[in-house]
């Protein structure tokens, strides 16, 4: 299994305190510059293999998005690397990036902001293949874009049509279109479902599903849906705060959970006939990621957490082949 | 050709447009005001611009319905002895030619400079935004005096004959790079609610070069404010020529504009001669009203938060 993308090492942190002047406290009657950052993404490593689907689940706020927008290069990681295709590719200039465009592309959540309203779906398809392939001439670069058309489910008839005559399914279609027409090999699919009609999420998902068949493409899965993430992916990590809490198979992930946060997230899908006494409750808030708590990350909500979480960050281990997860108590064997 | 007209004949905004009488009425007025301006050469009774037909005999003869009026002058004369109606016809062409050039380039000026520092943000933003802000603490008048006074000094000692020739180009020069500031903020403001939709980062993803975002994708989806501000600032660069023209910064005497009629007709006001103010002052206003109410329409037309009965 090779390793198609990596991520090593991954912080991003957003510094929200405006302008200088705003930095400006007074505190014990001294002026002192006070900076506030959100550490969105807290030293995240992971590999994606050829041809897998790796899906990443967390609550909303716990970095899932910035990750991805980091492994597209939407955003530049404040440390850590991303490596696609043994090449590093979060330091390189927009010049030097645009081979990896065409090699990796991203859909978005919502279809109603990520196409262009002042243009026709025509030309939101063809600009990406002249962009990236300038020897093709015109007929060909149709072509192509009807082919692609064809293939998720849009006649190419309507390609003269702008966005907002189009159905909300119609237009995640249009946005997996505009991924594919490039013939990428990876593609950061960031919550393309959940903006969608229950009716709808299947054929999108399917859709999806079939292009992977059909092209061998490998998909980074972003999404808080978990029976969503079940049907389509080969592997799944969860993430708590923008930190890796536990990475493993989809079985096993579903099957036995080792971290506290990942069983409780589970028992957290609604079950007929379940036991409502057996759910896992967890208490309080999530902390703010603009003070992290020391330690886990998640040692205020735990039930197991000690006094070693409490001051120590857990490191990602092996506890099983191919099973990682961070946590103290895992470490210990106690839970 | 055809689809696109029939298509404009069906079209929601032609709908609102001829249910709406005040937008109407406005339109037509100024296609009537625009269509006698600019056949001021073949509808006006005298020639203004031709020194020898006008006799300064004639100087500020009353209109034709008073007494001491002549039939071969409709409105009277001003002071010059030019047929007051002609004077008007030339000087609302030059008014218009003005009020259009000075909004093209200042919208040209303000959405280039509103995209750049939208899209850039940081010291790009922070530099244009501050020259946008201390060019708006001064008034219009003042940066419009302040830069006619630069044109002078660098015109140089041929500044009065150039003055003459290239009075409207420096009228437009003038009034537009006085009043981009407001197109800029603008732009700058929508641009910063674009830049974060998800397009955007499609774009950035597909790897296009950032003037083809900013300029492909961005511009679009921000110009129906711009179309509002323009229509407004017609009227605005319009006055403001009358202003400059009347503080005699703008056109010169011999080529009459509607600022530069009222502001010659204002030192006879005292002696009799209203009508070389009155007409010309009259004509203004209505110009600028109905543009201005026009701009209205537009603006509640594109927000779709003001539906309106009708």
């Known amino acids: ?335 | 050709m055809l689809a696109k007209w029939t298509a404009f004949k069906n079209s929601w905004f032609l709908y609102r447009f001829l249910r709406d009488p005040v937008a109407v009425s406005c339109t037509v007025v100024l296609f009537v005001m625009v269509a006698a301006a600019f056949l001021a050469p073949v509808i006006a009774p005298h020639d203004v611009y031709d020194a020898s037909n006008t006799d300064i005999l004639d100087a500020r003869t009353a209109p034709m319905w008073l007494e001491d009026g002549s039939s071969n002058f409709i409105l009277g004369t001003d002071q010059q002895g030019r047929d007051l109606l002609s004077a008007m016809l030339y000087g609302m062409r030059t008014s218009i030619i003005i009020g259009l050039g000075a909004t093209i380039l200042q919208c040209v000026i303000g959405v280039v400079l509103g995209l750049t520092a939208g899209y850039a943000g940081g010291k790009t933003d922070a530099f244009l935004m501050r020259m946008a802000d201390v060019q708006l603490s001064f008034s219009t008048l003042m940066v419009a005096i302040i830069i006619s006074v630069l044109v002078d000094v660098l015109l140089g000692r041929h500044a009065l004959a150039l003055r003459e020739q290239m009075a409207v180009p420096i009228l437009v020069l003038v009034i537009g790079l006085a009043e981009w500031p407001q197109v800029a903020r603008t732009v700058r403001a929508s641009v910063l609610g674009e830049k974060k939709k998800e397009y955007v980062e499609a774009a950035r993803v597909i790897g296009l070069p950032p003037l083809r975002i900013m300029f492909k994708h961005i511009m679009p989806n921000t110009l129906s404010p711009v179309l509002v501000i323009a229509t407004v600032q017609v009227a605005g660069a319009i006055m403001s020529e009358a202003a400059l023209s009347f503080l005699g910064l703008g056109m010169p005497v011999t080529r009459p504009s509607l600022g530069s009629l009222i502001k010659t007709g204002f030192e006879y006001i005292f002696s009799g001669a209203w009508w070389i103010t009155a007409f010309p002052g009259i004509t203004l206003v209505v110009l600028i009203l109905v543009i201005n109410l026009l701009g209205d329409w537009l603006r509640d037309f594109l927000n779709p938060k003001l539906y309106k009965k009708g």
């Open chain 1, 1 to 335: 299994m090779s390793a198609l993308v990596e991520i090593k090492n991954v912080e991003k942190r957003f510094d929200i305190s405006g302008g200088f002047l705003d930095q400006l406290k007074l505190e014990s009657g001294r002026i002192v510059r006070r900076r506030t950052v959100v550490n969105a993404v807290n030293g995240v490593t992971l590999s994606i293999a050829q041809g897998e689907t790796l899906a990443v689940v967390g609550e909303s706020g716990c970095g899932k998005s910035t990750l991805a927008r980091a492994v597209i290069g939407l955003h530049a990681p404040t440390a850590g690397e991303v490596w696609f295709d043994g090449q590093r590719t979060d330091n390189l200039s927009p010049k030097a990036m645009r081979p990896f465009r065409k090699r990796m592309q991203m859909v978005f959540q919502d279809p109603y902001a990520s196409l262009n309203p002042r243009l026709t779906v025509r030309s939101i398809l063809e600009e990406p293949v002249h962009m990236h392939f300038p020897e093709l001439s015109p007929a060909q670069v149709s072509e192509r874009v009807a082919e692609v058309m064809c293939q998720v489910g849009l006649d190419p008839a309507w390609a003269g049509n702008y966005p907002h005559e189009f159905s909300g399914g119609q237009r995640q279609r249009v946005s997996i279109a505009r991924a594919l027409t490039v013939d990428p090999e990876f593609i950061v699919a960031d919550e393309p479902i959940s903006a969608l009609d229950v009716s709808i999420q299947a054929q999108i998902l399917n859709l999806l599903m079939d292009a992977q068949e059909q092209r061998g493409l490998t998909y980074l899965f972003i999404s808080h849906d978990l029976g969503v993430v079940r049907h389509i992916s080969t592997r799944v990590a969860v993430m708590y705060l923008g930190s890796l809490c536990e990475l493993t198979d989809a079985d096993t992930l579903f099957d036995r959970p080792l971290h506290p946060y990942t069983q409780a997230l589970l028992s957290a899908i609604p079950r007929l006939g379940a036991d409502p006494a057996k759910r896992v409750r967890l208490i309080g808030e999530i902390p703010s990621p603009i003070n992290l708590p020391p330690g886990c990350v998640f040692h205020g909500r735990c039930k197991h957490a000690e006094e070693r979480c409490r001051v120590e960050v857990p490191v990602v281990i092996e506890a099983e082949p191919g099973h990682m997860v961070a946590c103290h108590g895992v470490q210990e064997g106690r839970i």
